[in-house]
């Protein structure tokens, strides 16, 4: 059997999504306005921790337009079950993951500023919000319990059902053996680093319409979200409907990073207030301010790093501690810590880890996946790299080659049993280093310094543990339905945010079936239509969905063969499909058209091969044989720092990266370019602050700031194709750029700064500030 | 309050069409875009003027649609990104160079994107790349990193010395 693999995947075909989008014509959830939809705003507390002494809705119930206005009395006792898919039921139900305690509004005191006290549904969004206005509450305040390490010690309490604010932790063991090698290695460095709070920040906010009809027994959502099958399963186990009787529809997503992926509490409350209304759509579009100060956040992380080295920069054993703060109510409570500490090997032989973490409750916004979860062992670690080059008088990148996973070294089994294969973290070290040109810039920095300005280079590596395929997340489906006329339908579980599905999965239908790609369709967010799948996240859906896709295409490929060679009295395997059309090889005229040989397939099943059932439709599901797909990069950048202003200038951006097979490059370039302005931002600009009472400090785009166009410099990249072991050879990239940047800039920046004999930072963020009071601090 | 101050009727013409709406005086321009004109193109990202998601032309000048109220504008003429193709329905310059260089993906900010360079391109046809950048600062972007939005701009760009520079 021939194939056409390459006609469409590799190729930077255009994305069938655009036409749509640049119009003006996309459909995001605030766009479907359906005739008698109601509109719901949330009374939020503006306390971080307290008591409600008073609150007193009459008003506000009184006001024309209000339909209905429910409280935590009226929604908490409505509760049936409340966890999330991915992570699974709760300990009391049998399960493994710690939940914060359950409530969708505040059960008569408040966890943290944003904490949602009531809910107003009312004829427009206006009303809603002069109604919330008319809401008399009284909060009792009380100290707040903030910090990481302060909040673990802190007697007082973010949640009275807990008796800690440690929702989970793993002591670091001590080993006598272990300790006695830290005892006798001959360098031994210890490092704090941080992180700085951040969020996701999707351009479209979260949002959802929920349509309960009590007289049908149905519930219809429209959501934006990253996985309509988690919203249909957690509003069914929410409100004790079955699954069956929920339906959920996504049509355009805009972006998500991780927000969208689980159902946070806002969205539960508007899915139980709607089901106790019984009668109209009820609407919630959250407003940037609300998505700043009450969406979840992450990044507040805290990394205590102990290397053991020998003399010539070997790494011989490391110890990690973390702390993560999670909030109040985080989706659930686990120690994203844990898959942290999982591949904090990254891309070295690092024969032992140690590790310990702990995820520590405060009354601020809960933390939830936000692109890389676990990124803090790349952030930290590869800082931490740069620390332990600069104490032994090493070049950076030569104690990353020292250390380096070679290709000899695959499969290598890391110190915590992952086994890591079909990555190449020598190769785009190799291709990042001869891209930015070190030799050249060592050279251009002595100069520069010459002339009092302060050049940095940085570098970076990850190995990224993409396509996450256990448990819940083992496998994506896929539905390939070829039409009477030979046109295919593809109907997918994946939850499209942003990622050109509908472009990509049409190209690996298009190749491996060998039709051109305007006769693919490819449906998904609709659990009426779409299969039973985990959505998109977690730089899963290439390879898993896109080998569902293969799956399926190779399926009815052979199917459409067998099918011809019984029409054209052939073997199967003397023929080759292009353009539809099914022939003899080298006998062009012996030929059959897909459209042909699906009618009969429809309507004339009678003269099908003997024993062949009616119909032309595949469904399959797709398991990588690996319980991850690696992929891996290295990032390296140049940039100048001003020492009187502190502001940072990325004067060079260079990622080498490795995702197997491309399907799209230019979708692949453009999810890094993405990823890496994320991580940028991250270092050089966003943070969310908090005061001492709990009050959030960044709840505008004035103060909380992503880059804008100015502060992005333009990218560099370079590719290393090698083939993961997943059908297709696809490996996930969606999460590798920022996962790698924080770090790659954080050392430009640190590079730079150590000319002038600064100490290097290890606080997020390195904006303006914090370097000139560095620069201060180092010559007083 | 709402039912203190009575409402206000408009003329608007938008992409062409005149529309006259009856509003309360503090319902915003974006909102009786989508909510009464059914242009639900034009985007709500903030509504504090800072994202440009909301960007629509007003006399042919590029404004956030979230910081004016309807009210204000009677006799307006209004361009919103639906009105952006060409005559025939295709794409226009912009909006072409934004496919052909990967300048959206979730496509949310797209909108804004679209007006707004539109605008500054039929003012400004031979940009520097800083210039482009400097132009595209009020419009903010989750997804792209700003790469194919700078290399759409300089696609876009009239003027031959302003294309094809070196990514």
């Given at each position: ?19 749509r989008l640049l119009t003006g014509h996309g459909?995001?959830?605030?766009d ?749 | ?32 875009l989508r909510?009464?004109?059914?242009l639900t193109g034009t985007h ?36 919103t990104v639906e009105g952006m ?25 797209t909108p804004?994107?679209v007006v ?52």
């Amino acid at each position: 059997m021939t194939t056409t693999v390459g006609r469409y995947i590799g190729q930077s075909v255009k994305r069938r999504e655009d036409p749509r989008l640049l119009t003006g014509h996309g459909r995001y959830v605030d766009d479907v306005q359906v005739p008698g939809t109601l509109h719901l705003a949330f009374v939020r507390s503006n306390v971080a921790r307290g008591t409600i002494t008073k609150l007193d809705v009459s008003a506000a119930r009184d006001l024309p337009g209000v339909e209905a206005v429910y409280t935590g009395a009226d929604l908490n006792p409505d509760i049936k079950q409340m966890w999330a898919t991915m992570t699974g039921p709760p300990i009391e139900m049998g399960g493994q993951t710690a939940y914060p305690p359950v409530s969708l509004l505040a059960p008569g005191d408040v966890r943290y500023v944003g904490d949602p006290i009531a809910v107003i549904i009312a004829t427009s969004r206006y009303i809603a919000e002069d109604a919330a206005d008319l809401v008399e509450v009284e909060i009792e305040a009380k100290q707040a319990v903030l910090g990481l390490r302060e909040a673990m010690a802190n007697p007082e309490l973010v949640h009275l059902e807990t008796e800690s604010n440690v929702s989970v932790a793993m002591p670091m063991p001590e080993i006598p053996e272990i300790e006695a090698l830290f005892a006798s290695a001959p360098h031994v460095i210890t490092r704090t680093f941080r992180g700085a709070r951040a969020t996701n920040v999707p351009m479209e906010p979260r949002g959802l319409t929920v349509h309960y009809d009590r007289y049908r027994g149905e519930m219809e959502i429209r959501a934006a979200t990253q996985s309509v099958h988690e919203i249909k399963a957690f509003a069914a186990r929410l409100t004790g409907l079955g699954e069956s009787h929920v339906r959920v529809v996504a049509d355009d997503v805009g972006g998500g990073f991780g927000q969208k992926m689980m159902v946070l509490r806002e969205e539960a409350a508007v899915i139980a207030a709607a089901f106790k209304l019984g009668t109209a759509p009820v609407k919630w579009i959250e407003d940037r301010r609300e998505n700043l100060m009450a969406s979840n956040q992450a990044r507040s992380e805290e990394g205590t790093l102990t290397f053991a080295v020998d003399d010539d920069g070997h790494i011989l054993a490391v110890k990690c501690d973390f702390i993560e703060e999670i909030g109040a109510y985080p989706p659930s409570a686990g120690a994203t810590a844990m898959l942290a500490i999982g591949v904090f090997t990254g891309p070295y032989k690092i024969p032992v880890l140690i590790p310990g973490c702990a995820a520590v409750y405060t009354n601020t916004v809960g933390k939830s996946a936000y692109r890389g979860p676990w990124a803090l062992e790349t952030f930290f670690r590869e800082q931490m790299m740069d620390h332990v080059a600069h104490e032994l008088g090493m070049d950076p990148i030569e104690l990353r080659r020292v250390n380096l996973i070679g290709p000899g070294d695959l499969p290598y089994t890391t110190a915590t049993q992952m086994v890591l294969d079909h990555i190449t973290p020598t190769e785009t070290l190799d291709q990042a280093v001869d891209m930015i040109g070190v030799t050249a810039f060592r050279a251009e920095q002595v100069d520069a310094k010459a002339h009092g300005r302060l050049l940095g280079l940085g570098v970076a590596g990850y190995v990224e543990p993409s396509a996450i395929a256990f448990g819940v997340l083992n496998s994506d489906p896929a539905v390939l339905t070829m039409d009477a006329s030979g046109k295919v339908q593809i109907r997918l579980g994946t939850g499209s945010h942003g990622h050109s599905i509908e472009t990509t999965i049409a190209q690996i239908v298009a190749t491996h079936l060998g039709c051109d790609i305007d006769d693919v369709a490819v449906i998904q967010g609709d659990t009426a239509t779409s299969p039973l799948g985990p959505g998109t996240g977690g730089s899963r859906t290439a390879v898993i969905a896109g080998g569902a896709a293969q799956t399926a295409s190779l399926i009815l490929r052979d199917k459409l063969l067998t099918i011809a060679a019984h029409f054209l009295e052939a073997n199967p395997d003397d023929l080759e499909i292009n353009n539809s059309v099914v022939s003899v090889k080298g006998t062009p005229q012996a030929a059959v058209p897909f459209a042909q040989l699906a009618m009969t397939a429809h309507m004339a099943p009678d003269m099908l091969p003997a024993g062949m059932g009616p119909g032309l439709e595949v469904v399959t599901r797709y398991q990588p044989p690996t319980p991850f797909t690696w992929s891996n990069a290295t990032h390296a950048c140049i940039v100048e720092v001003d020492r009187e202003t502190g502001m940072v200038d990325i004067k060079r951006y260079v990622v080498s990266e490795d995702c197997g097979q491309m399907i799209n490059p230019m979708v692949v370039e453009g999810q890094i370019a993405g990823g890496v302005a994320q991580g940028i931002g991250g270092v050089l600009f966003e943070e969310m602050p908090y005061d001492d009472a709990g009050n959030p400090l960044a709840t505008t785009f004035l103060d909380y700031l992503i880059p804008s166009a100015p502060e992005i410099p333009d990218f560099e990249y370079g590719h290393i194709e090698s083939m993961s072991g997943a059908l297709g050879g696809y490996k996930g990239m969606g999460e590798g750029g920022a996962i790698a940047s924080p770090p790659a800039l954080a050392n430009a920046i640190n590079d730079a700064l150590a000319q002038i004999g600064v100490p290097p930072l290890t606080v997020f963020p390195f904006g303006p500030s914090q370097i000139v009071a560095a620069i201060t601090a180092a010559h007083v | 309050m709402s039912d203190t101050i009575s409402d206000v009727t408009v003329s608007l013409t938008v992409n062409g069409r005149r529309h006259t709406v009856t509003c309360e005086p503090r319902k915003l321009l974006t909102d009786v875009l989508r909510d009464d004109l059914l242009l639900t193109g034009t985007h709500v990202g903030c509504e504090h003027g800072a994202c440009g998601a909301c960007t629509v032309l007003l006399d042919g000048a590029a404004v956030r649609s979230c910081l004016l109220f309807a009210a204000q504008l009677d006799g307006a003429t209004l361009t919103t990104v639906e009105g952006m193709a060409n005559a025939d329905g295709s794409l226009n310059d912009v909006q072409q160079a934004m496919q052909d260089n990967h300048g959206l993906q979730c496509g949310f900010c797209t909108p804004g994107v679209v007006v707004s360079l539109t605008a500054y391109l039929r003012d400004h046809p031979d940009p520097t790349d800083d210039e482009i950048r400097i132009a595209l600062s009020g419009n903010l972007c989750r997804c792209t990193g700003y790469q194919g939005i700078v290399n759409a701009a300089r696609q876009a760009a009239v003027n031959p010395r302003a294309k094809g520079v070196a990514r």
